[in-house]
């Protein structure tokens, strides 16, 4: 993954993350980030962007530690 899909991807786990309600950080799991990442190829196909492939595992981790930081769980 090259810098700037890095960071287009923090981009996209902060947004998911910025909008969660309180009770789906509580309840975040493995198969919430695989929604998360199916969602989004769908809405890039749907804008024209090209193809990117998202690691849902990434995606768990990274909110999961984010919900740790804010002392959310």
């Known amino acids: 993954m090259n810098e700037s899909?890095?960071?287009?991807?923090m981009d996209?786990?902060?947004e998911v993350y910025n909008n969660m309600s309180a009770e789906e950080?509580?309840?975040?799991a493995p198969a919430d980030a695989q929604d998360v990442v199916s969602?989004?190829?769908?809405?890039?196909a749907a804008h024209g962007l090209?193809?990117?492939s998202y690691d849902a595992?990434?995606?768990?981790e990274t909110?999961?530690?984010l919900i740790?930081?804010?002392?959310t769980t």
């Open 5 to 9: 899909t890095e960071d287009r991807t």
């Open 25 to 28: 950080k509580r309840n975040w």
């Open 12 to 14: 996209i786990i902060i």
């Open 50 to 52: 090209p193809p990117t």
């Open 57 to 60: 595992q990434d995606f768990y």
């Open 39 to 44: 969602d989004q190829i769908k809405m890039d």
């Open 63 to 65: 909110i999961r530690e």
């Open 68 to 71: 740790a930081q804010d002392g």
